[in-house]
């Protein structure tokens, strides 16, 4: 199956034509236009007719002539602008349009089609299986409803198996998907699945579409159930300008096995996904409250399970300790487990292949070696300080090498001290200096090392 993806972008599209955020100013500064997401399944097949949709078609070179079912997933607007039936009945064509929806998307039909115009209406939901000249559509639920739009309560997805084989699931507009829905999809094995992300870094729109935070876990349960498989091509749709500009978030995407496409691409069901193997030793440096931490969550955010290990101790006797610790736990999946020790070294050891770990934060278990070594307790040139950092040296080097040789996915994450004042106090100095030495030693073994500045990222 050929899908021709006529848009990818939200209701607004992006850029948002009224809107000069930075956002809208890098989609306009690069010519990379959304429009209302539709797709063209070989050219026989519609879903969704949004006010863009036929305009882009043409742009495309290609004619809806052909279109034999329309597939209306709900009535917003940017999901149907049913002028294009009237449109159609212009062009003469004889042939028959079946135009399956859910009964509000129906309704909203009506009124555009004549009395002897060539098109079926047909009301469909979730659990209908239909079939349209050898393509064979499920009725899925959305879960687009938040109880304030009754446009919303009908709404629906599908799951199309072409002629060929071929295997699609078109999933917006939709929040995280409802039970219903996961038994429908799973062991499905898409070839091709088309996610919403629509929402981007704002995650307090309490809308049914998905963002940044709910669209990994979405895409780790469609894994989980077997629905995505590692040659599922997957990629985000009805994006809007609340996304970081395109390189940031197809880099944010990538560690999810998901990516972005222009809108006009066409994929292939039969297309063998090439994609890069992820990284599997990441370190991510920054400075205290520069995002990084939430950085390295997010590169493991469509992960099923993450071993989260945090070293810097419980501290029952600091409640700001405590409360940091609580706020960073209740943004982590409930999949996650977390352990608090130092001992990372045999962690990354006994992990094995696929495995996931998340360091939380290589600058606190530093701190946590020179504590266990009591190099405080020593003078400095002392006899007794000499013996303490070889100690902490030796557990540098094991850190080292076990992430050099661990089978596990990891990421780490330190902070970057070196760019402040010189520290008042010997002590000061010498934690600046042995951090530094050791983030150096750590970036030597890993594959990707990148610095977060003010929630920005930069590849290092
Ligand atoms: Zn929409
Ligand atoms: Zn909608």
Redesign the pocket.
């Known amino acids: 199956m050929e899908v021709l993806l006529l848009g990818t972008g939200s ?1 607004d599209g992006w850029p948002n034509p009224w809107c000069r955020c930075a956002s809208c100013t890098w989609a306009r500064d690069t010519g990379t236009l959304r429009s209302t997401t539709a797709a063209l399944l070989d050219g026989v097949v519609l879903v969704d007719c949004g006010p863009d949709a036929p305009r882009q078609a043409d742009r495309a070179g290609v004619s809806l002539a052909d279109v034999t079912c329309l597939l209306l ?2 009535a ?1 607007p ?2 149907l602008a049913p002028e294009a039936l009237l449109a159609r009945s212009w062009a003469g064509s004889r042939q028959t349009l079946r135009v399956l929806g859910p009964a509000s998307a129906i309704e909203a039909c009506r009124d555009w089609v004549g009395p002897h115009d060539p098109v079926r209406l047909e009301v469909v939901a979730p659990g209908d299986e239909v079939e349209v000249d050898g393509y064979l559509m499920r009725v899925l639920a959305a879960a ?1 409803d938040v109880g304030r739009d009754e ?2 309560r009908d ?1 629906v997805l599908y799951d199309v198996t072409a002629p060929d084989g071929g295997r699609l699931l078109h999933a ?2 939709t929040g995280p998907l409802g039970q219903q829905t996961m038994a429908a999809v799973a062991g499905a094995a898409y070839d091709v699945v088309l996610l919403e992300e629509s929402f981007g870094s704002r995650s307090d729109h309490g809308t ?2 998905l963002d940044l935070v709910t669209f990994p876990r979405q895409l780790a349960a469609l894994r989980e159930c077997g629905a995505v498989v590692d040659r599922t091509d997957v990629v985000a749709v009805h994006l809007s300008h609340h996304n970081p500009p395109g390189d940031e978030l197809a880099r944010i995407l990538e560690p999810w096995g998901a990516r972005l496409v222009d809108d006009l691409t066409v994929l292939r069901t039969d297309a063998a996904v090439v994609r890069r193997a992820p990284a599997r030793r990441q370190l991510v440096l920054g400075g205290a409250r520069s995002g990084k931490s939430h950085e390295a969550e997010r590169r493991l955010a469509a992960r099923g399970s993450v071993r989260y290990v945090a070293t810097g101790g419980e501290r029952a006797d600091d409640p700001e300790w405590r409360a940091r610790v609580a706020t960073h736990r209740a943004r982590r999946p409930a999949t996650w487990t977390s352990e608090e020790t130092l001992d990372v070294v045999d962690v990354l050891r006994s992990a094995s292949d696929g495995d996931a770990v998340l360091v939380d934060c290589v600058a606190l278990w530093l701190a946590g070696q020179l504590d266990t070594a009591r190099t405080w307790e020593s003078e400095p040139g002392s006899a007794a300080r000499a013996e303490s950092l070889a100690a902490v040296g030796r557990a540098s080097d094991d850190l080292v090498a076990s992430v050099a040789a661990t089978r596990a996915h990891v990421v780490l994450v330190s902070n970057e001290v070196g760019g402040g004042v010189v520290p008042e106090h010997e002590s000061g100095r010498l934690y600046r200096d042995l951090l530094g030495v050791l983030n150096s030693r750590l970036a030597a073994v890993c594959d990707d090392v990148d610095l977060v500045v003010a929630g920005r990222v930069l590849r290092l």
């Open positions: 209701a997933t709900h917003h940017d999901h687009h446009l919303t709404a917006t507009d049914g579409h």
